[in-house]
């Protein structure tokens, strides 16, 4: 068990590369780098020169965009085989830990599903909302390998501590449930990012989050809800700290450490400009705190249930 709890964690956190390599492929401009899919330019291999390329598709050649977008595809796909490597694992030696299986089966299924997705992606010429699914499907992944990955931790010899003297559980669930949807807003206030650049070529980043409309208004009203709420789910979290266990106490540090760097970068966006390696982060952040927030809830349901 101990050797597929390692494997479980090291691909927990190859997932997390993954989705931050996706958000520089999409802020490099590199999404349609290869036009067609799975292959690139029609080659298992993309072109190096402009004779390997179908004379069609020609003016659609980028060396750099298309080995950029070629190098996430092979990312996901190796991802993908460690997923598929834990969930097989699960299957034929922890059949009895229906937690670890039934996660990890439904992970290996999402990933394919995700990948396939990726096709609609590039045939949709990176439609927002086709895009949003695919950040969806990514985000669910990536916690049913949290789940799964915590299960298989949950014999660890660190002790389950006194039972809570409140339900708390029921809050962080609002709090992740929160999280995620201003993740996704946020991948939507970044489709009408790149739209008003394609737009209003001349006018400022800040300029063109203005452009945004309601998904920026929208994005803005769940970040305040998200940091005020999380600020007072850690605060009665805290109150019973010498309840908690260290991973859960982690995880309210982890919490916290992520919506100040949020906050940082969210005043940058409207004051200073918009910058797409910041834009990555701020995505890739946000990933982190939804996967903390759902630590901390796995923790305190286990204390609830003692």
């Known amino acids: 068990m101990k050797s597929f709890r390692k494997f479980s964690f090291f691909t927990t956190i190859a997932t997390y590369m993954l989705i931050f390599v996706g958000g520089l492929v999409r802020v490099s401009g590199a999404g349609l780098g290869c036009p067609d899919w799975p292959t690139c330019f029609g080659r298992w291999i993309p072109p190096t020169s402009l004779d390997q390329v179908p004379p069609e598709m020609v003016d659609q050649f980028n060396i750099t965009l298309a080995w950029i977008e070629y190098s996430n595809r092979v990312c996901g796909m190796l991802v993908g085989l460690?997923?598929?490597?834990?969930?097989?694992?699960?299957?034929?030696?922890?059949?009895?830990?229906?937690?670890?299986?039934?996660?990890?089966?439904?992970?290996?299924l999402l990933t394919a599903i995700t990948g396939l997705q990726g096709a609609k992606v590039i045939s949709s010429l990176l439609e927002p909302v086709v895009i949003t699914v695919h950040m969806l499907l990514a985000l669910l992944i990536v916690s049913l390998m949290i789940y799964a990955t915590f299960h298989a931790y949950q014999d660890e010899k660190e002790e389950v501590k006194e039972k809570l003297p409140v339900k708390l559980s029921g809050q962080i669930k609002v709090l992740w449930i929160a999280g995620f949807v201003q993740l996704l807003i946020g991948t939507q206030v970044r489709s009408g990012i790149e739209m008003a650049m394609r737009e209003f070529p001349n006018l400022t980043s800040i300029e063109w989050l203005s452009k945004v409309g309601m998904f920026n208004h929208m994005h803005m009203t769940v970040g305040v809800f998200v940091v005020a709420f999380g600020l007072h789910v850690a605060v009665k979290c805290l109150k019973h700290k010498e309840q908690l266990t260290l991973l859960a106490r982690r995880s309210i540090l982890f919490m916290a450490g992520a919506v100040t760097v949020q906050l940082i970068i969210g005043v940058t966006f409207m004051v200073v400009a918009t910058q797409p390696i910041t834009q990555v982060f701020h995505l890739w952040v946000a990933s982190l705190f939804i996967g903390a927030v759902l630590l901390l809830y796995l923790s305190v349901q286990k204390l609830e249930k003692n």
């Open 82 to 108: 460690l997923i598929l490597t834990v969930a097989v694992w699960a299957i034929m030696k922890f059949r009895d830990n229906k937690k670890v299986l039934y996660a990890t089966s439904a992970a290996a």
